[in-house]
């Protein structure tokens, strides 16, 4: 059973910066695809960014040239960067992780696991 713990999270102003963390363990972190969601209130959880384990990544267009996914497999942690912070990335962030799928799914559904999240809120 992998477990997940993210931190990181906190109140930045508008432009600012954080970088989010997820540490796993009670599994083979070489052979998970990772991957960073986020829920904002009343919305759907929605995908941020994937890394797979051959360290190819994904980014939606709605983050894309601010934040960066990465993975330290001595630590078993995956990163998020996150720049240029706006408003509207103000959300609960999710880390998850799964290894039975070829890839890193960009839908929720298809994780096994999942930290409890961090809050990260941007302010205006």
């Given at each position: 059973q992998v477990q997940l713990v993210e931190s990181g999270g906190g109140l930045v102003q508008a432009g600012g910066s954080l970088r989010l963390s997820c540490a796993a363990s009670g599994?083979?972190?070489s052979s998970l695809h990772m991957g960073w969601f986020r829920q904002a209130p009343g919305k759907e959880r929605e995908i941020v960014a994937t890394i797979t384990r051959g360290v190819n990544t994904y980014y939606s267009d709605s983050v894309k040239g601010r934040f960066a996914i990465s993975r330290d497999s001595a630590k078993s942690t995956v990163f998020l960067q996150?720049?240029?912070?706006?408003?509207?990335?103000t959300a609960i962030y999710y880390c998850?992780?799964?290894s039975r799928r070829?890839?890193?799914p960009l839908v929720a559904a298809l994780y096994d696991y999942w930290g409890?999240?961090?809050?990260?809120t941007v302010s205006s």
């Open positions: 599994g083979t972190f996150m720049n240029g912070l706006r408003p509207e990335d998850a992780a799964v070829i890839g890193a409890q999240g961090t809050q990260v």
